[in-house]
């Protein structure tokens, strides 16, 4: 099973993203619909979302 997690910035009683490490990539889902599967970026990719994200 995957180690799937919420941002440390979201409140326990909200929907938010999860991303959890894969193999080859990271995955990301929506926490009020899990059962509609995720979607897979690669890393290098990720890495770089991140980055720009944190400015």
């Known amino acids: 099973m ?3 997690r919420k941002s440390t ?5 909200q929907d938010c993203v ?3 490490p894969l193999q ?3 995955g990301i ?3 009020k619909d ?4 995720h979607l897979e970026v ?3 990719s ?8 944190k400015g």
């Open 9 to 13: 910035r979201s409140h326990a009683n």
């Open 34 to 37: 899990r059962a509609r599967g």
């Open 2 to 4: 995957n180690a799937w």
């Open 18 to 20: 999860e991303v959890a």
């Open 42 to 44: 690669g890393s290098s």
């Open 24 to 26: 080859a990539a990271t």
């Open 46 to 53: 990720w890495t770089e979302l991140v980055r720009t994200l």
């Open 29 to 31: 889902r929506d926490t």
